[in-house]
């Protein structure tokens, strides 16, 4: 497989992943088949690039396709998921398992990755701090995502929730907006540590850098929680958007596509 063909793919397959989303796709044997597909492409696309230097570096290889491994998860099953409250109660109970494993996903990564970093030889070493925000946004990803499940299983179990526990969800909104914040911070300081080592181009840290940048700053704007429902729909507001659990792992899907092939560096 060409390089150019590959980058392209690997920039698109989260956009597919989103496209095939709606609600309307939810047709049984339909979603099924398209999760199935959407998920072997991306094997056969990882496997057709990494090949090239597994024998070179393979711990880097690991990383990358961990960074990556959340959006495949979400390609096999959100096939015509849609949003929370158009979900069914099963469906929801399956979103935040699948949450939980991508973020277990995405703290091995980042933990990988910043493991082969070499040592600052002068200056400020910054993949210590890099490191401190990943293992807190990733364990708060992980009690949000638990707290959703057991949410989510109780209401099955009882046939509703107290207001108790719905006034308790409504808090921990402010949990996932600080998860979401830390996340892009760390990955802004990832970008910068790898542009300092020339393990990607500096136009590629400027570009995902000043993403990253933008959604922070329209997360914190934003406040601690999501806005109620207006007029506007909920996917033409960016501050809804970039706080959505899987959205502040798109940039490093892109970072893990960069590390299955050689870095300026090699």
Not at 114 to 123: D, E, S, T, V, W
Not at 192 to 204: C, E, S
Not at 238 to 248: K, Q, R, Y
């Amino acid at each position: 497989m060409s390089k150019p063909i590959f980058r392209w793919m690997c920039l698109l397959f989260p956009v597919l992943v989103v496209a095939c989303a709606p609600r309307f796709l939810r047709i049984s044997g339909v979603y099924q088949a398209v999760g199935v597909a959407l998920f072997l492409g991306f094997c056969l696309l990882i496997w057709a690039q990494a090949k090239t230097i597994w024998a070179t570096n393979p711990q880097r290889v690991v990383a990358g396709v961990l960074l990556m491994l959340p959006w495949a998860i979400f390609a096999l099953f959100w096939v015509g998921l849609g949003p929370p409250w158009l979900s069914t109660l099963p469906e929801n109970v399956m979103r935040y398992a699948v949450l939980l494993m991508a973020s277990a996903a995405i703290y091995l990564g980042f933990s990988g990755l910043l493991h082969q970093l070499p040592k600052q030889p002068a200056g400020v070493d910054w993949v210590p701090y890099c490191k401190a925000l990943i293992n807190l946004a990733s364990a708060g990803y992980m009690v949000w995502c638990c707290f959703q499940l057991g949410f989510f299983v109780n209401w099955i179990r009882e046939g509703d929730v107290s207001a108790d526990l719905k006034f308790l969800n409504n808090v921990m909104d402010s949990l996932l907006f600080a998860d979401c914040l830390m996340t892009y911070a760390a990955t802004l300081l990832l970008l910068v540590l790898l542009a300092q080592h020339r393990w990607v181009r500096p136009r590629f840290s400027f570009i995902f850098g000043g993403i990253c940048t933008v959604a922070l700053i329209a997360l914190a704007l934003r406040g601690f929680s999501f806005p109620h429902p207006g007029s506007e729909p909920w996917y033409l507001q960016p501050g809804f958007v970039v706080g959505i659990p899987a959205v502040p792992w798109l940039i490093p899907y892109w970072i893990g596509a960069a590390c299955l092939k050689p870095f300026s560096s090699d």
